[in-house]
């Protein structure tokens, strides 16, 4: 069945850059409404950036305050993988990332997504 697969994060330095990448099998990506969360030990899973899908009558593109200007969100369909470029980075962006799929947009809410990667650690440290 579907499968959501994320790859590239690491260690950096804070003001470092990263580039994560979530590859999809079993879907078309340019059909469905993506978005990336994160999630640090004992917080709750945030809504980093969703973008909504290539047939949307909205164009939707949203980033947390939080990281508006540092990270962006994109897709290539041809490989059907959706990427995070992440710069910029700070401490307190470490968390476990995570891609996620819906056939709709809707939003920052994880509860309204359908598919999900394993996610990807990310660690911002000096």
Do not use: H
Not at 40 to 51: H, Y
Not at 107 to 123: A, F, I, N, S
């Amino acid at each position: 069945q579907a499968q959501l697969v994320e790859s590239g994060g690491g260690l950096v330095q804070p003001g470092g850059s990263l580039r994560l990448s979530c590859a999809a099998s079993e879907l078309t990506l340019d059909y469905y409404a993506l978005a990336w969360f994160r999630q640090a030990p004992g917080r709750a899973r945030e809504g980093v950036s969703c973008l909504a899908s290539v047939a949307s009558r909205e164009g939707t593109t949203y980033y947390a305050d939080s990281v508006k200007g540092r990270f962006t969100i994109s897709r290539d369909n041809a490989k059907n993988t959706v990427y995070l470029q992440m710069n910029s980075l700070k401490p307190e962006d470490t968390a476990v990332y995570s891609c996620a799929a819906s056939d709709r947009y809707v939003g920052d809410d994880p509860r309204r997504y359908d598919y999900w990667g394993q996610g990807t650690q990310v660690t911002v440290s000096s």
